[in-house]
C-alpha cells in the first residue's frame, strides 16, 4: 500500500529513524505504515546511502529519449556555429550534410532550438516582408548567361582610408566573381578589374547593373565608356530601373551577407580589408551552402564560359545594306555633306551603322545594339521609339549573346527605362 499523501518525506524519514534505533524490527515498522516490506528495504537503503536527501522523490522522466540528438552531433553542430557564428540552423545543417551524408542530421527546429539552448541564438527583429521581385534574372537560368555588378557602399577602414568594393556575381550560381577595392571608381579601375574576371572566367550573355558611373552615363541610350567596351565583346549591358535595386536582388543579398561578414567590423587598413574580402569571397563559394542552390555552395554550380576573351577586341561590324559613319572626336557624324549631326561623345572615334526604317528614319546600331533614331529630313537624333515592352525580352540572352540573324534580340531594355519592371532575372 502506498505512502500516505500528507507529509511523504517526513513519513519516510519518521521510518528511517525510527528503524535505525534498532527499538524497532522492519516487518513491524512496515505493517505500522501500511508498506511493503520491499518499499521500507528500498528507503532504508536510500537513506543509508544519501541520508534525508535520498527520502525525495526522483524524476520519473527517462534517463534517454529515443529521439534525443546524439553528443557527437551536438558538438559538431556547436563547434560549426562557433567557427561561423552568422549561420542558421539551414547553413549549418547544409554544411554539414555536404560533409557527412551518410549522418542523418536532426530537423531544422531541433538545431534552432540546440542554439538557443547554449545562448548561440540571438532573436531578430521581425520585419514585414514584401513579395520577392524575380523577373530581372530569369534568364539567368544557367551559368555565364548574365553577371550581376554594383559597388558595395563605401565605409572607412580603421585608419580612416575610404573603400569602394567592386563586386561582380554570376546570377545563377552566385558565384562571387570579385570582390575588390578600388582607389577611384572610374571606368579605367573598373575596366581593368572586369576585364581580369573575363579573362579569367570568359564572356557573358549580360552585365546587370544599375544607372550609375561607370556603367551608365547619361549620353544618348545610356552609354558609357565601360558599357562601349562591353558591347564590342558583345555582352548586352542591362540595366535595371532607377531607384529599383530589387531588380538585382541576388546581387543586393550577397552584399547584405558581405556587410555583416566584412564591413560592420572594418579592417585596420586597406590591405587587410581585401585579405578579409578574399577570405570572405573563398568561404561564399566555397564553404558557405546557398538555400536557393538546395544547399549546394556556389562553386558546386558554377563553371567557366564557353567564350573566352579574344585576343584583340573586335572592332563593329555591319552588313552590307548599312550606311557606315565613324563618329568624330567631338561626337559628330556626316552625312551628306553636313558634318556637324551629334551623337555622343562617348562613341568619338568609332563606327556606326544606319540601318533604314523608311524615307524620313533611319536606326543607329552600334556593334548589334540599336542606340537612337535618326531623323534625316530634322538631321537630328533622338532615343529609340518606346514600344510596348516584350515579355521575356532576356530569354533571349544566350551563350556568346543573341541570334546575328535578328538585331532586336540585342535590343534589351538596357538603353530606355522601360515603364514597368524589364522581365530579366
Known amino acids: 500500500m502506498p505512502w500516505r499523501v500528507s507529509g511523504v518525506v517526513e513519513q519516510r524519514l519518521r521510518f528511517a529513524l525510527e528503524y535505525s534505533s534498532g527499538w524497532y524490527g522492519m516487518a513491524e515498522l512496515c505493517r505500522c505504515y501500511e508498506i511493503s516490506r520491499e518499499t521500507g528495504y528500498k528507503w532504508w537503503k536510500r537513506f543509508q546511502e544519501s541520508g534525508a536527501a535520498g527520502l525525495e522523490d526522483e524524476s520519473r522522466a527517462p534517463l534517454r529519449h529515443p529521439n534525443q540528438m546524439a553528443a557527437e552531433m551536438e558538438a559538431a553542430l556547436l563547434e560549426l556555429r562557433r567557427k561561423y557564428p552568422r549561420w542558421g540552423p539551414k547553413k549549418l545543417r547544409g554544411h554539414l550534410e555536404l560533409q557527412r551524408k551518410e549522418v542523418q542530421w536532426p530537423v531544422l527546429s531541433t538545431i534552432g532550438a540546440l542554439l538557443k539552448r547554449e545562448g548561440l541564438a540571438v532573436a531578430r527583429k521581425q520585419r514585414r516582408r514584401v513579395p520577392p521581385y524575380t523577373q530581372p534574372l530569369a534568364a539567368a537560368d544557367e551559368p555565364n548567361k548574365v553577371w550581376c555588378g554594383d559597388f558595395k557602399g563605401w565605409f572607412k577602414t580603421r585608419d580612416g582610408e575610404r573603400i569602394d568594393p567592386l563586386t561582380l556575381t554570376d546570377a545563377c550560381s552566385r558565384y562571387l566573381l570579385r570582390c575588390q577595392t578600388v582607389e577611384k571608381t572610374d571606368t579605367v579601375r573598373v575596366r581593368a578589374i572586369m576585364e581580369a574576371a573575363l579573362r579569367e572566367f570568359g564572356l557573358p550573355g549580360a552585365l546587370l547593373t544599375d544607372n550609375g558611373p561607370p556603367f551608365a552615363s547619361r549620353a544618348i541610350a545610356g552609354l558609357s565608356p565601360l558599357a562601349v567596351y562591353l558591347m564590342k565583346l558583345d555582352i548586352v549591358p542591362m540595366r535595371i530601373q532607377a531607384g529599383h535595386p530589387e531588380q538585382n536582388g541576388r546581387h543586393e543579398r550577397m552584399h547584405r551577407t558581405l556587410k555583416a561578414e566584412t564591413v560592420e567590423h572594418p579592417a585596420a587598413n586597406r590591405r587587410d580589408q581585401q585579405r578579409a574580402f578574399d577570405r570572405f569571397r573563398q568561404e561564399y563559394n566555397e564553404v558557405r551552402p546557398h538555400e536557393a542552390l538546395g544547399q549546394q555552395t556556389p562553386a558546386s554550380r558554377y563553371h567557366g564560359s564557353a567564350r573566352e576573351y579574344p585576343a584583340r577586341l573586335p572592332e563593329p561590324e555591319y552588313d552590307s545594306g548599312m550606311e557606315v559613319r565613324k563618329v568624330r572626336e567631338r561626337g559628330q557624324f556626316s552625312w551628306k555633306g553636313h558634318r556637324d549631326i551629334f551623337?555622343?561623345?562617348?562613341?568619338?572615334?568609332?563606327?556606326?551603322?544606319?540601318?533604314?526604317?523608311?524615307?524620313?528614319?533611319?536606326?543607329?546600331?552600334?556593334?548589334?545594339?540599336?542606340?537612337?533614331?535618326?531623323?534625316?529630313?530634322?538631321?537630328?537624333?533622338?532615343?529609340?521609339?518606346?514600344?510596348?515592352?516584350?515579355?521575356?525580352?532576356?530569354?533571349?540572352?544566350?551563350?556568346?549573346?543573341?541570334?546575328?540573324?535578328?538585331?532586336?534580340?540585342?535590343?534589351?531594355?538596357?538603353?530606355?527605362?522601360?515603364?514597368?519592371?524589364?522581365?530579366?532575372?
Open 343 to 425: 551623337l555622343t561623345e562617348t562613341l568619338s572615334g568609332e563606327r556606326i551603322g544606319l540601318q533604314r526604317v523608311d524615307d524620313r528614319y533611319w536606326q543607329i546600331y552600334f556593334c548589334k545594339f540599336p542606340i537612337g533614331r535618326f531623323d534625316s529630313y530634322q538631321l537630328s537624333v533622338g532615343a529609340l521609339p518606346q514600344e510596348p515592352r516584350r515579355t521575356g525580352g532576356a530569354e533571349n540572352i544566350e551563350e556568346g549573346g543573341a541570334n546575328d540573324g535578328n538585331r532586336e534580340e540585342h535590343a534589351i531594355p538596357t538603353f530606355a527605362p522601360p515603364t514597368a519592371a524589364p522581365s530579366l532575372e
